[in-house]
């Protein structure tokens, strides 16, 4: 797989392909009483507004393998929004996913420091995001790429 890459903007003729690569989100150990489902499903109602230019605070970005023209590769999506506890400008990562395929080869650093320069050119100061514990794939990505697990979400299902 090239890294020669072509980032842009998504477009409503990309939308089966960013639909059909949601659920890798889900491609990791997910935790007992989750649907994996749940994991993509609001970031595909999302991705639908964005498409629709009804979401002017968030963006989709899809990257497309240079050497298999047309062929997506890996998909991003970013919220701006206040930071969760001084309220500067930042920015949200609700979804970054690389096709099963071609990761192993530095694609989601590429989108995510990607994403990181069009936030930052938007106005934010930093970027937060989701993970799950187990998500270690994601986790290494992330660690490595200079984000700090900061803050800890504990559940307790009642039933």
């Known amino acids: 797989m090239s890294l020669n890459l072509l980032i842009r903007p998504a477009d409503v003729s990309d939308m089966a392909n960013i639909t059909d690569l949601l659920p890798e989100l889900a491609d ?16 595909l ?6 498409l629709n230019q009804e979401a002017a605070n968030s963006f989709c970005d ?3 393998a240079g050497d298999e023209p047309g062929r997506l590769v890996g998909v991003v999506i970013v919220t701006m929004r ?14 970054i996913v690389i096709d099963k395929e071609c990761r192993g080869n530095g694609l989601g650093r590429k989108l995510l420091q990607h994403s990181e320069t069009k936030a ?21 990505l992330y660690a ?16």
């Not at 930052?120 to 986790?139: D, K, Q, Y």
Request: hydrophobic content about 40%.
């Open 144 to 159: 490595g790429n200079g984000y700090d697990e900061e803050l800890i979400r504990a559940i307790r299902w009642l039933s």
């Open 82 to 95: 206040g930071e969760l506890l001084s309220g500067s400008p930042s920015a949200h990562l609700e979804a």
């Open 120 to 140: 930052r050119e938007l106005g934010a100061e930093s970027m937060s995001l989701h993970v799950f514990a187990n998500n270690h794939r994601a986790r290494s």
């Open 45 to 50: 109602e999302l991705l639908k507004k964005i």
């Open 62 to 64: 899809v990257a497309l």
């Open 28 to 43: 990791f150990d997910v935790p007992k009483k989750r649907n994996q489902e749940d994991l993509w499903r609001s970031d």
